[in-house]
Structures are given as C-alpha cells and as structure tokens.
C-alpha cells in the first residue's frame, strides 16, 4: 500500500509558527525600545536586553515544538543584525570617533552576509558548520555553545553599558572607557568581563569573514575550470 504523504502545511501557519510570533515580538520589542533610547535609556536597556534574550527562546520553541522553519531562521538573523546595527548608528551618535562603531557595523554586516552566502555556495544547510575549518577560535565559536553565548551576550551589554554610561552626545569613547575601568567597581569588572567577550566576538567577525570569501573565491576558480 502506498504511502500517505504528508499534509502540506499552509503558508500561513508556518507565519504562525510558535518561534516565528517570539520573532514577531521581538521586533516590537526593539521598535518600542529605540523609540525611548534617548528619552529612557534604563527602559530602552531592559527592553533591548529582554528581545536579545527571547532570541535564545525561539530557538527552544523551534526545536520543542518541531516548527524549525527557513523564515524564522532568517527573521532570526535579520532581526539580531537590525537591531544590533541600530544600536550601533546611536552609539556613533553618542560617542566620538564615531567611525568606531560605523566600522563594526559594517564588519557586522559583512561577516554575516558573506558567511550565509558561502554557505548557500557550499551546500551545507547551516552557516554554523564550520568544522572543516582551520581556525580554531572559528570552531570554538560555533561548536560550543557556553563560549558563543558569552560572546554575543558580552557585546550586547557592552554596547548597552556604553549608552548608559554616557553623559552628552558628544563623548570621547576611550576617555569614557578608560574612566570607568580605572573606578574599580562591579561596573567596571562588568565592563572588564564584556571587553574580553567583545574582542573575541570581532575577531571571529574578522575570521568569518575572511573565510566567507576564501569560499566564494574557490567557488568562482572551480566555476572557471570547469569551463570549456
């Protein structure tokens, strides 16, 4: 006897996926947050923190309820790119050079996009298959969950700490920074703590991206040589 396929499901339930609704709050979350960043930054802090913190709970309702769906990965990723590259455009705003913070925002943006692309390239149905890597930090990165959440959490509240703390729109970051180390209090050792996270966090920007387009170049070479 034949099998029975499988009912297809309906566009619109995959809209209404448990995990993608998260995904839909999260992104009133952030648009209700940056409408008060300036004007409340305490209230922007724990609305911004709070939609960060739901992107670990889609996840967990993906995997609960058996909704893991390719548009809440992408709104996923979409969302933590927007919402971290606003916060970014505000801090540019707030502190100078603002080049800093533009520069990560690029650096952000590139590595992601470049590394979902390659991605595409290679077949590999994650961007976090990284395992023929020759990075190890690479790999660590992606393989270990503890070290990957350090990572983003540490730059989140990093930049979060650097709005709260700073006085006027017209701020020299470094001068900011190095005052708040040298207090020696839980903000500082908070700000300490974040710093390492942070740092670790652009430098596999900076491999992701590199490697990202190691493969798109070996992609473009392969597509020459098959060539007649």
Known sequence: MAKKERPRPEKLSVYLYIPNIVGYMRVLLNCVAFAVCFSNKPLFSVLYFFSFCCDAVDGWCARRFNQVST???????????????CLLVILSQVYRPSLVFLSLLALDIASHWLQMYSTF????SSHKDVKDSTSWLF????????????????????YIILLLIAKNQTENLLNVVVATLTQI?????????TLFGWSM????????????ADVCVLYDIEKQQKKP
């Open 71 to 85: 548009f809440g990965a992408v709104l996923d990723m979409v969302t933590d790119r927007v919402s971290t590259a």
């Open 121 to 124: 390239l290679a077949g590999k």
């Open 139 to 158: 790999r660590l990165y992606y393989g270990n969950r503890i070290f990957m959440c350090y990572c983003c959490v540490s730059c989140e509240v990093l």
């Open 185 to 193: 209090s839980p903000l500082s050792f908070l700000l300490a703590l």
């Open 201 to 212: 966090k652009q430098t596999v920007n900076v491999i992701q991206m590199k490697t990202a």
